[in-house]
């Protein structure tokens, strides 16, 4: 399996390409909203996800490598939210979203226009201070 790093594709035109028309207004929208929160530019991770900063993780079975501290992708059925600390760690905030579904580190929102953003600011604020705190990768490894 290939492991998925940055590339040098534009993330406003990576978004700018996003259809259908929906799917391309919630990306920029969280495009916005993640870029403030963060307070770093977007950069393309793999081919279809937007991230901001990055952390570095190590497994307790030896896996370890680099992903985004926080990130979206905007998929056919929903755009993406990835919590790469993990959804129980937001479960209080989420009951409070509004419209989603959740995996195990992925929350799913079909309409951003039916989501509290105050909340999903907070929730990506959160996760993006877990995970750039610089204990996220040693705590992974303890799992």
Request: proline share 6%; with cysteine; hydrophobic share 45%.
């Given at each position: 399996m290939a492991k998925t790093t940055w590339t040098d594709v534009d993330p406003e035109a990576f978004v700018a390409a996003v259809s259908p028309e929906k799917r391309r207004q919630d990306a920029a929208a969280l495009l916005e909203l993640m870029r403030r929160v963060t307070g770093v530019?977007?950069?393309m991770f793999g081919t279809s996800i937007v991230g901001f900063g990055d952390y570095h993780y190590t497994y307790a079975s030896g896996t370890e490598g680099d992903a985004p501290a926080a990130s979206f992708s905007p998929?056919?059925?929903a755009c993406v939210v990835y919590l790469n600390d993990g959804i129980s760690?937001?479960?209080?905030?989420?009951?409070?979203?509004?419209?989603h579904t959740t995996g195990?580190?992925?929350?799913?929102?079909?309409?951003?226009?039916r989501v509290d953003l105050e909340v999903l600011e907070?929730?990506?604020?959160?996760s993006y201070a877990t995970l750039t705190a610089g204990t996220y990768g040693q705590r992974a490894a303890e799992r």
């Open positions: 530019a977007p950069r998929r056919k059925a760690a937001h479960e209080e905030l989420l009951a409070r979203l509004g419209p195990v580190g992925c929350l799913y929102l079909k309409d951003l226009a907070k929730i990506v604020r959160r």
